[in-house]
């Protein structure tokens, strides 16, 4: 059975400094690991995601995380901030069932910046 | 540009009608899943299907049914609705093809069950 935990249901930050998401894993295989964003009022959109290639991964809008497989981390961060980065985001994990992907979503983190 | 559309972005019901909840993908997907999504527990996987008259059960399968009749339609279905079923219901889809598990979402449906 696979789980992810996101370690805060939210995150403030002041606008123009590094941003900082956690989330850990747990999984029966080498998992694919997902990070989705969900702005208000929008679908959820895929950030980045993480297929047992290199070990950091950049996504869109300056984004990146890292898979640390000792840790069994995959923390979402940014270098510096932006207002239009408040939303909520999802750390997910992938298993395998009967050959097809599940995927298996965190409670959320809710990041809100400060002008 | 690729699309998950869900029949109706608002609903209000009472307890015990039967509703139905219409997810269309545009981009030949065989995997098309269910979530609902209520604040501090992120989505839970209600249902999902990976081919037309195929369902498998998630997470929280009880009290709700799906169809798929046709590969692009993936249809929830809430027998006999009450008030815990409020929720946001989101639809997603994916193709089967390893490598490329890139859920794409529908805007979602805010059912509220009087």
């Known amino acids: 059975a696979q789980s992810v935990t996101q370690l805060d249901s939210h995150v403030s930050v002041s606008e123009g400094t590094p941003v900082l998401l956690r989330c850990n894993y747990s999984s029966s295989y080498s998992p694919s690991l997902f990070w989705y964003v969900q702005h208000p009022n929008k679908g959820l959109q895929l950030l980045l995601k993480y297929t047992s290639a290199a070990t950091l991964v950049k996504g869109i809008n300056g984004f990146e995380a890292e898979f640390k497989k000792s840790e069994t981390s995959f923390h979402l961060t940014k270098p510096s901030a932006h207002m239009s980065d408040a939303a909520e985001y999802f750390c997910?994990?992938?298993?395998?069932?009967?050959?097809?992907?599940?995927?298996?979503f965190g409670t959320g983190t809710r990041l809100t910046i400060i002008p | 540009d690729v699309k998950v559309t869900q029949s109706s972005r608002y609903l209000v019901k009472r307890t015990g009608e039967k509703v139905f909840l219409e997810c269309v993908q545009d981009m030949d997907h065989e995997n098309m899943f269910w979530y609902r999504q209520d604040p501090g527990l992120g989505l839970r996987l209600i249902y999902f299907?990976?081919?037309?008259?195929?369902?498998e059960k998630g997470d929280i399968p009880e009290g709700y049914s799906v169809s798929r009749e046709k590969k692009e339609r993936f249809s929830l279905i809430l027998e006999s609705a009450s008030t815990n079923q409020t929720s946001m219901y989101l639809c997603?889809?994916?193709?089967?093809?390893?490598?490329?598990?890139?859920?794409?979402f529908g805007s979602g449906t805010q059912l509220s069950v009087l």
């Open positions: 997910v994990v992938s298993d395998l069932f009967f050959g097809n992907e599940k995927l298996t």
């Open positions: 997603a889809s994916s193709s089967r093809r390893r490598g490329d598990e890139k859920l794409f």
């Open positions: 299907s990976y081919d037309v008259k195929m369902k």
